[in-house]
């Protein structure tokens, strides 16, 4: 039985993601500068001319590939605050996931360690990194808050604080590839913890 025919609709969808997929991973490989219009075009399997039709300039295509990639890597950060698991093993798997982020997402943070480091010579590449980079720190900062009131604690610290340490974690990790994501994880965790003032003892002995 023949596979029913997809739509205009549907094709123009694949092909714009295809390109997405293709720019991501072009960006991580050769960051922002070197990866061409014409090389995600061959990555993808289209045409220059399917690609403009997309993405009339190389700064729309970084625009979406950037937004794709910071959907992916906010809704792994979410996902770690998994609110079924109890407050103490969750604020350590928080943790271990936003470290291990180079290890789960390595294409797209890549990109961001590339575009952080171009941002430094590019004011609108800087400016997009930064509010990407913001954005992640607060998907982060509100589950930790949410997980310290549950707690019943408050902190030493700004949660914002933890999460850019997290974040700036995260893109060394990019930047070394195979070493101990695990013992810089287990590091944080037990800084962010001393930082704790208990304000109601019971619920915190209870949750450990």
């Not at 998994?82 to 943790?95: E, G, S, W, Y």
């Not at 004011?123 to 589950?143: I, K």
Request: glycine share 8%.
């Amino acid at each position: 039985m023949n596979a029913p025919r997809r739509t205009q609709d549907e094709r123009r969808e694949a092909t714009r993601d295809a390109l997405l997929g293709a720019a991501v991973a072009l960006l991580a490989e050769r960051g922002v500068a070197a990866a061409t219009l014409a090389d995600v075009a061959e990555r993808a399997g289209v045409s220059k001319g399917a690609l403009t039709h997309h993405f009339d300039a190389k700064d729309a295509l970084l625009d979406a590939a950037l937004e794709r990639v910071g959907a992916a890597l906010a809704a792994a950060l979410t996902a770690a605050w998994d609110p079924t698991v109890a407050p103490f093993p969750r604020l350590r798997a928080a943790i271990a996931g936003a470290v291990g982020l180079a290890a789960s997402h390595p294409a797209e943070l890549r990109v961001f360690a590339a575009l952080a480091g171009e941002g430094t010579r590019d004011p609108r590449l800087g400016a997009l990194a930064r509010r990407h980079l913001d954005a992640l720190e607060a998907t982060f900062a509100q589950g930790l808050t949410f997980t310290l009131d549950e707690l019943g604690v408050r902190a030493r610290f700004a949660p914002e604080a933890a999460a850019r340490a997290l974040v700036a974690a995260a893109l060394g990790e990019a930047l070394r590839p195979g070493e101990a994501a695990g013992d810089t994880a287990d590091f944080i965790h037990a800084v962010i913890s001393t930082g704790f003032v208990l304000t109601r003892t019971s619920r915190v002995t209870e949750a450990r």
